[in-house]
């Protein structure tokens, strides 16, 4: 049973920071190829960044030089820091396997202005 779990989410006043972890359990496969999500109440799920079985990073504009994804394969694990954080950041954060298919249920992000 491939397994995706993500961690790390809560309230932060604006500015700050937090660090989303997405642990892969079940498949080394699945790992290689991840992708961050988010969706507001009320709004569709959008991109936030990926990183691929080659190491290619990328992300949507709206986070870029604010946020990084990383992963450390040993862990198995999938890493979003997100710094300066605005009110607008505010979501659910899901990780999926993009090889896989498979998606984690998600951790809450609440940033306060």
């Known amino acids: 049973l491939v397994e995706l779990v993500e961690s790390g989410g809560g309230s932060v006043q604006a500015g700050g920071s937090l660090r989303l972890s997405c642990v892969v359990s079940g498949s080394t496969r699945c790992r290689d190829d991840m992708r961050w999500y988010r969706q507001a109440p009320g709004k569709e799920r959008e991109f936030v960044s990926l990183?691929?079985?080659?190491?290619?990073?990328d992300y949507a504009g709206s986070v870029k030089g604010r946020f990084t994804t990383s992963r450390d394969t040993a862990k198995n694990t999938v890493y979003l820091q997100m710094n300066s954080l605005k009110p607008e950041d505010t979501a659910m954060y899901s990780c999926?396997?993009?090889?896989?298919?498979?998606w984690g249920r998600g951790t809450q992000v609440t940033v306060s202005s």
């Open positions: 990183i691929d079985f080659s190491g290619r990073i």
């Open positions: 999926k396997s993009n090889r896989c298919g498979i």
